[in-house]
């Protein structure tokens, strides 16, 4: 079953490096992400798709990538009428 969540990482950041990382891992699993802020202490993502999967982009993101460190994750269930706001993720290629 598909859903949306809202995830907030709170850590340390190199913000292009961190968003970069999460989009290649949403890619990868077959999620759709969107963003609502990327900054140096904090990220927040909301991804679309497969629960297993999204649970699995969690682990992923909380580990990488190397210049980056995770030190919590708040995770919000939500539906993406809810992150209507959010930056969607684009391919320019």
């Known amino acids: ?54 649970d699995a982009f969690e682990m992923a993101c909380s580990l990488g990538p190397l210049d980056c460190l995770v030190r919590e994750i708040e995770r919000r269930d939500t539906d993406w009428a809810g992150i209507a706001t959010f930056e969607r993720e684009h391919d320019d290629g």
């Open 1 to 54: 079953m598909g859903g949306a969540t809202v995830m907030t990482f709170t850590g340390r950041f190199r913000p292009a490096s961190f968003r970069a990382f999460a989009e290649d891992r949403a890619r990868l699993l077959a999620l759709d992400a969107a963003w609502a802020e990327a900054t140096p202490d904090r990220m927040i993502v909301a991804v679309a798709g497969q629960r297993d999967f999204i």
